[in-house]
């Protein structure tokens, strides 16, 4: 019995041993937490958290500099799924950074257009086409909707219009239940 | 390796319901009018919506490919008739959102000239699967019993995996719908052709016809047909009526006492299964070179005057079809199309006939009553005991009622098949299926955002690395214009010494030619005057 127990601590030493050793040894360089917090974070790159762009947010966030309630376009369910992430409580968007809206795509007015540029050197994500003098148009499934290409426009021909959803991004609505207790009951 | 079993095996849950199949079984089998106008959906199929290749004013002929396929998961259209495009461009298709999807509209002409499409095959027992493959995937075929999956692509099991067992599925479980029957009573050449073809393409080593054993007359009818051609290897299984007995996974496990993994696919566990309707498309494209262009469709419900089943061409309005099942009738209250239990609500009898649907039901209001007033749920449990995918479905209500999309997952909501049967027995009326269609369009809207957000941040890392590239090279460019500049000096200098220099001796060399030349003059002068 006593052996037993003996062999079994002395195991169990072992392998805390191994794992502390495999912990110092195979550690990730590149610091995991901002990564994911950059994983939840809608990579809009419109800087309204203040900060240059998502990943600059989030190693703020990792910091402990930033709020988990500056990004407008990630909404509520950012901020919960932060939350979730660093295990602290949600809380509201802070509504000096803006308000969470409908997802949005920039669109440019082709007449209007002088070929300028200036978008193209704004858009974060390189969305925009278009070389010096000629037309620009805007890679609607690239565009993130940051509304950055908007300000530096000297013809403002560029608006931001809601997202066209097909057939194939359709959602089925909510059931809404018309009566409040069934939410209670379904716990 | 999956056996069939000699007795079939029990599923779990499932429900007996009123059956309701006679009604549409009463008249035979026939072609529905061709209408003068056709809308003719791009997205009929699972994936991919296909590309138009024809414009308006482009005249088309019966089978003539107007739509390409793009991409593995996507399937071609053809135009169902002859006649005239008359637009390429947005309009209601039916599907549950209600919304308007491309669609190609053609004028028939009247006279259904057809096209030679070259699907044809000769000795196809001796083809390359691969072949037949395309062939199938050129004639636009997709899965005519569920959700219209491009068939070629389930011909393909891969180098990986040997098919043990074919499985045609007859078994057409959900009340009113009887295409599927019609078909087996009216085409059994067809059927057994096309099952014939997919075996030589899967080199599948065996194969099962299933079929609900309240459809006598079909099973004969296909025995009938198996024996007329002397097939033996073909076996047709009787499995018991209960819904849904014809849900994929179902019917394999009755045929084979084998479940299909969660999330998996049958071919998991060497089996692939097929429509009896898709099986006789097959045989359509390689026998007679037709592309799918026409399907088999119940149009029933007490709101119609003689419900029947009607071959159709793609494209037709719903509406043309219940009139020639003799209009509606005063009862009508609801229009669906699919069968009570998993079809969904149309707004308007204008929307096309496309690849996947197989019934048009007219409800009356006892048919379709409205659903009563959703109440708490008591827990009782009766929504799992029905469940034939073993899962939980008031759990699965619950996290999809909470919009809490991780855990709804966790409890398997994607091996759901949204039978219905659940929200049929719930005694508290909830919506169950409701609740997980949501999650579930939910859930891969959430993915796309994903994908999208990953996309954006790959595309800004790249700007940022571009900028920080270019802003190197400018500076290096300015560096190296800068250590130009500080050398131009020097090397102008003595440039312009050496041209100075240069410019000096020639001129010298000049003057030197010229007083050479004047003196040489003036010696010989000399010489000559001495
Ligand atoms: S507000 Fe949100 S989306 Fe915009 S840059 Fe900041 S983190 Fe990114
Ligand atoms: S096109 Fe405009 S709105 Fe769209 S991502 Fe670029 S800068 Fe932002
Ligand atoms: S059948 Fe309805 S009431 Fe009963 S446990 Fe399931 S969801 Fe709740
Ligand atoms: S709808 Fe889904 S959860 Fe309900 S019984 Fe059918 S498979 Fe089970």
């Known amino acids: 019995m006593l052996t037993a127990m003996i062999a079994i601590g002395a195991l169990a030493g072992l392998f805390g041993l191994l794992l502390g050793y495999s912990a110092i040894r195979f550690r990730v360089d590149a610091d995991p937490i901002v990564d994911q917090i950059d994983a939840l974070l809608p990579q809009t790159q419109c800087g309204q958290c203040g900060f240059a762009g998502c990943r600059p947010y989030a190693e ?39 308000e969470h809206g409908e997802k949005m795509v920039a669109v440019i007015d082709e007449q209007t257009c002088i070929g300028c540029t200036l978008c193209i050197q704004a858009c974060p994500v390189d969305a925009i086409l278009g070389a010096a003098k000629q037309m620009h148009t805007v890679i609607a499934d690239e565009c993130t909707g940051c509304e950055l290409c908007l300000p530096p426009c000297p013809v403002d021909c560029i608006t931001m219009v809601p997202v066209k959803r097909d057939i194939s991004q359709w959602k089925w609505p909510y059931p809404e239940p018309d009566h409040p207790e069934i939410a209670e009951a379904g716990k | 390796m999956v056996t069939l079993l000699e007795k079939p095996a029990t599923f779990p849950g499932g429900l007996h319901l009123p059956s309701e199949k006679s009604r549409s079984l009463t008249e035979p089998l026939t072609s529905a009018a061709i209408p003068a106008r056709l809308h003719v959906p791009l997205g009929q199929n699972i994936g991919e919506p296909a590309e138009a290749v024809v414009k308006p004013g482009d005249k088309v002929l019966r089978g003539q490919l107007i739509a390409r396929s793009l991409g593995y998961i996507s399937a071609p259209v053809h135009a169902p008739t002859s006649g005239t495009v008359r637009d390429v461009g947005d309009y209601p298709v039916p599907h549950p959102s209600g919304l308007s999807a491309p669609c190609i509209v053609i004028d028939s ?27 199938v995937r050129d004639a636009g075929i997709v899965g005519l019993g569920g959700a219209g999956f491009p068939t070629a692509v389930k011909l393909n099991p891969g180098p990986d995996h040997i098919v043990d067992l074919l499985v045609i599925n007859g078994a057409e479980c959900e009340p009113y719908i009887t295409c599927d029957e019609a078909l087996m009573c009216c085409r059994p050449d067809d059927i057994i052709e096309g099952i014939r073809i997919m075996r030589h393409a899967l080199r599948a080593k065996q194969v099962v016809i299933g079929i609900e054993d309240s459809m006598p007359n079909a ?108 209009g509606y009738t005063p009862d009508v209250a609801r229009l669906l199309m699919g069968g009570p239990m998993m079809g969904f609500t149309l707004n308007s009898d204008r929307l096309p006939v496309i690849k996947t649907s197989n019934c048009i039901l007219a409800a009356s209001r006892a048919e379709a009553p409205d659903p009563p007033h959703p109440q708490p749920c008591i827990r009782c449990a009766r929504c799992a005991d029905v469940c ?34 659940c929200a049929l027995v719930c005694p508290s009326h909830i919506p169950l299926v409701q609740y997980y269609r949501f999650a579930k369009t939910e859930i891969w809207d959430m993915e796309r955002e994903r994908e999208k957000a990953d996309l954006a941040r790959r595309r800004h890392e790249a700007r940022l690395q571009r900028l920080e590239r270019e802003k190197k090279a400018l500076e290096e460019r300015r560096a190296r214009a800068r250590k ?33 030349a004047a003196t040489g003059q003036a010696d010989g002068g000399n010489g000559d005057g001495n």
């Open chain 1, 60 to 98: 703020a966030i990792a910091g402990g500099e930033a709020d988990i309630n500056q990004c407008p376009p990630g909404g509520e369910a950012t901020i919960q799924a932060l939350a979730d992430l660093l295990g602290v409580d949600p809380k509201p968007l802070n509504e000096e950074h803006g």
């Open chain 2, 109 to 135: 002409d009247g006279e259904d000239r057809a096209a030679e499409t070259g699907l044809q095959m000769d000795r196809v027992y001796e083809a390359d699967p691969a072949d037949i493959r395309q062939r």
């Open chain 2, 219 to 326: 099973i004969e009818c296909l025995r009938k047909e198996l024996e007329r051609v002397g097939e033996t290897e073909i076996r047709i299984v009787a499995v018991p009526t209960r819904y849904p007995a014809g849900g994929e996974k179902q019917l394999i496990y009755t045929l084979t006492g084998e479940e299909v993994p969660s999330q998996g696919l049958p071919i998991d566990i060497g089996v692939v299964c097929h429509n009896v309707g898709t099986a006789a498309a097959v045989a359509r494209a390689i026998h007679h070179g037709e592309p799918l262009i026409s399907r088999v469709v119940t149009v029933t419900g007490a709101g119609v005057a003689r419900p029947r089943n009607f071959d159709v061409r793609i494209g037709t309005p719903i509406g043309d079809l219940v009139e020639q099942a003799g």
């Open chain 2, 388 to 421: 034939p995918a073993s899962l939980l479905p008031q759990q699965l209500y619950w996290y999809a009622f909470a919009r809490n999309l991780e855990k709804v997952q966790d409890y398997n909501l994607f091996d759901c098949i949204e039978c219905g049967c």
């Open chain 2, 484 to 516: 130009a500049l500080d050398k131009k000096p020097k090397a102008g200098d003595a440039d312009a010494k050496k041209a100075e220099i240069a410019a000096a001796l020639a001129r010298v060399k000049a003057r030197k030619k010229e007083t050479q």
